[in-house]
């Protein structure tokens, strides 16, 4: 599922207008990647959480002409799945009307 999609389906259950949804997303969004900053983990029960971590610089190698370069440390994001979530993925039957598009 694309943001597009995503905003249509919240501000369909939400009934609001969908620039309402797409605010929602915006805001959440950065409320969650200050809270990253902040405080390095952001945990929604059930659901999981997110966690800051800093990859360290490596050697690679650049793919268009095969030449040896150091790839700079830089911060990152790890998500680990809570527990409902999971049980809710593995114990799950399709609902109807739904598609494979939508996974």
């Known amino acids: 599922m694309n943001r597009t999609r995503l905003v249509k389906r919240i501000a369909d259950r939400l009934l609001i ?3 309402e949804a797409a605010l929602f997303i915006r805001v959440w969004e950065e409320e969650v990647e200050r809270a990253l900053i902040r405080e390095g983990e952001v945990g929604l029960m059930g659901f999981g959480a997110f966690t ?3 990859q360290v610089g490596r050697p690679g190698r650049n793919p268009r002409d095969n030449t040896s ?8 994001v790890k998500f680990k799945p ?3 979530l999971l049980e809710h993925l593995n114990n799950r039957t ?3 009307g ?3 598009k939508e996974k």
């Open 17 to 19: 207008e969908e620039e």
């Open 52 to 54: 800051l971590w800093k």
């Open 69 to 76: 370069c150091m790839i700079a440390p830089r911060n990152s």
């Open 82 to 84: 809570g527990k409902f």
């Open 94 to 96: 399709k609902t109807p």
């Open 98 to 100: 739904e598609d494979n």
